[in-house]
């Protein structure tokens, strides 16, 4: 079924900047009326605070010791090193938390609550990041490919075998149920374990991660810490590490599959360029062309030589 066909296919590409660029106003539009106040508020509730504790140290603290002090904390927030409470309980980079660092490295997640502080570790970022993003991406489409037939192809083609049913239906009912699966076991059931071991988390903030997580947006500002018992601590960045890697491959799993139902596709087509004749087919008949001709060109020849030879004899 076509979409618009009225719309004359040269006009398709502008009409989907449009859409798209109309979409950035609406979500810029929605994001300043509900962030613009909470951050003024923030602001004044800031600015009241600095003032009253100068007011109350006045006598053995400055406005620019402060102000020094606040910077330098600020950096090293940056940096993804707390300056509040216990710091040296909360490491950065021992081995798990590298482990943690590196996969959300390679996944484009990138938090940044953890960065390279020494020029070395800049270095190894950016050359480990070319050879091992591409690295990502090839071993993820590898096991699309062997995930898609077994969780997608095979149980749509069985419904539609087994009862009869249209396929378009059963494909678009399948993609369904996988994206509730997905939903249930990788943002919900996962955001009550965030919720239970996150103490300063609601349910909202722990789904909020999960999503931002796994779809790689990676904004930063939610990262869990979990215990700071060093046993506990580690293997529960291990288990976080290997849930943004199992949960990454599900995402897409069930995007690829709801990229292949019938009517996406058809969208999709509806802003594809129009298809030209095959250039491998015109290829192809030029070739068998050439090859007809030259047996032609041979078998005329030497139809020409037997005789000539007869005679000669």
């Not at 087509?269 to 068998?288: G, H, K, N, T, V």
Request: proline content about 6%; glycine content about 8%.
């Amino acid at each position: 079924m076509a979409l618009c066909p009225a719309v004359p296919p040269s006009w398709r590409y502008g009409l989907l900047v449009g859409a798209y660029g109309l979409f950035l106003l609406v979500g810029a539009a929605v994001f300043a009326g509900l962030e613009a106040p909470p951050e003024r508020a923030l602001l004044a509730a800031l600015h009241d605070a600095r003032a009253r504790l100068l007011a109350q140290h006045r006598a053995c603290l400055s406005e620019e010791r402060l102000a020094g002090l606040l910077e330098r904390l600020i950096d090293a927030g940056n940096y993804g090193v707390s300056g509040l409470g216990n710091v040296s309980g909360d490491e950065n980079w021992e081995f798990t938390s590298a482990l943690f660092f590196t996969a959300s490295v390679l996944t484009t997640t990138g938090y940044g609550h953890t960065v390279p502080l020494s020029a070395l570790g800049k270095i190894f970022c950016i050359l480990y990041s070319l050879l091992g993003i591409p690295m990502t991406l090839l071993l993820l489409a590898c096991l699309l490919q062997h995930l898609l037939p077994l969780l997608s192809h095979r149980p749509v083609r069985f419904i539609q075998t087994r009862w009869g049913f249209p396929l378009a239906r059963v494909a678009l009912v399948h993609a369904m149920g996988l994206g509730l699966a997905t939903l249930g076991l990788f943002i919900l059931i996962p955001a009550i374990c965030f919720w239970a071991l996150e103490g300063s988390w609601n349910f909202l903030e722990s789904v909020y991660f999960c999503f931002i997580s796994l779809s790689t947006i990676g904004l930063g500002d939610y990262v869990p810490r979990g215990s700071s018992q060093p046993p506990l601590h580690e293997l529960y960045e291990l288990s976080i590490t290997c849930y943004l890697l199992v949960g990454l491959l599900a995402m897409l799993v069930t995007l690829e599959t709801a990229y292949q139902l019938q009517e996406v596709r058809a969208f999709v087509c509806f802003f594809a360029p129009a298809s030209d004749p095959p250039q491998e087919d015109d290829d192809r008949l030029e070739i068998l062309a050439r090859d007809q001709l030259a047996l032609a060109t041979v078998s005329g020849s030497t139809s020409q030589d037997v005789p000539m030879e007869r005679g000669a004899t």
